[in-house]
């Protein structure tokens, strides 16, 4: 008995490409907005562990804003707190996904600070946290939120 083979045609590179930008594209928002509120929460909640003791800003942490950090037009000690604060709050809104839009806002804003007059040379680790906190301003935090929830419940 004699077998047939039938050829059946390669795909070309040009179809594989586009193959794999159609699976790409099947991710859906929400899990790549989840995954960077928890990232970029992540990072700043860390920052503001370090500043604490409990509920109370540390000696070190004033100290640290007032020998390395050197912010011009504020009290160091009033900066501190400040940082904390944010360091605290704003991840925390992140992950509940709650005025993620306006938490995201703040932490650019404390990004750029930190770029312009604290470690200018790090620019690339801040290129990245800018990227992800720009990403949830115009996009937003995803169906897997608050915002979403408030949204769906007032439109």
Sequence with gaps: MSQTLIATPRPTSTALVKRAISLMEAIPYWVVALITRIAIAGVF?????TKVDGFHVTESAIELFRSEYRLPLIDPAVAAHLAALAEHLFPVLLLIGLATRFS???LLGMTLVIQIFVYPDAWPTHGTWAACLLMLMTR??????LD????RRHP
């Design 148 to 151: 979403a929830l408030i949204a």
């Design 140 to 145: 937003g935090p995803g169906l897997v939120s």
């Design 45 to 49: 909640w860390q920052s503001g562990q």
């Design 104 to 106: 995201a806002l703040a």
